[in-house]
């Protein structure tokens, strides 16, 4: 199973409203990132999880909350989100994050589409 | 930052050969990778090179001269479906930054 699973895969909220995105991985990977990428941009980091701990939070906002219950799960919390953070939130996992080569080939959800009205 | 710089887009004919070039930072550099993306999907991967050289996997070939921090990802016998963005993205310390990618149009 080489696949990286998120739910919703469409979320709108308005900008008072609290949701969750979900990821899932079952290929034993222990690193798990969240990028953000709008229209024509490439993906941006936000997070990444090593071991179910946060190793890189690249200066998000705090209305982005992330969270590793265990090694094959990554949610990402979001709050009082604005307008601005409408994007495709992708999810990502690769066998290992820091130990170079091939370890670091990620494998990509198919994403949430947020918009936040 | 880690400057890596592609082509905004490019258009090819089906069934002929396209290059898609990539020049990067050097310094910190650990690595290369591609990917492709189709509109709306979520990036795939495609090949990585660590060493200077050519990595050839069926119709895509990806070359890297660390050296010259230069790369190219080499698509032959176009196919229609390869309309798509493709993004470079370089290692650098802990982390993988990705170019702004290029969309590549086929044309029949």
């Known amino acids: 199973d080489t696949e990286v699973t998120q739910t919703p895969k469409h979320l709108v909220m308005g900008m008072t409203n609290k949701k969750s995105l979900k990821c899932e991985q079952h290929m034993g990977h222990r690193a798990m990132y969240w990028y953000k990428q709008k229209a024509k941009k490439p993906p941006e980091l936000m997070f990444v999880y090593s071991y179910e701990k946060l190793s890189i939070n690249e200066s998000v906002p705090s209305r982005f909350s992330p969270e590793c219950p265990n090694s094959s799960l990554l949610n990402l919390h979001l709050h009082a989100l604005q307008p601005e953070d409408s994007a495709l939130y992708l999810c990502?996992?690769?066998?290992?994050w820091g130990a170079g080569g091939t370890s670091y080939e990620q494998y990509f959800g198919p994403g949430t589409r947020l918009t936040v009205t | 930052g880690q400057n890596i710089d592609q082509p905004t887009e490019m258009t090819a004919t089906e069934g002929a050969i396209v290059q898609i070039n990539c020049t990067y930072q050097t310094s910190g550099f650990n690595g290369l990778f591609w990917y492709q993306q189709h509109a709306g999907e979520a990036p795939t991967f495609l090949s990585y090179n660590v060493l200077d050289g050519l990595e050839e996997k069926g119709r895509f070939s990806s070359f890297l001269s660390r050296s010259k921090g230069y790369s190219y990802l080499l698509l032959k016998e176009l196919q229609m479906k390869d309309s798509a963005s493709y993004l470079c993205a370089g290692i650098y310390g802990n982390k993988l930054v990705f170019g702004a990618g290029t969309i590549l149009r086929v044309k029949s």
């Open positions: 990502a996992s690769s066998q290992e």
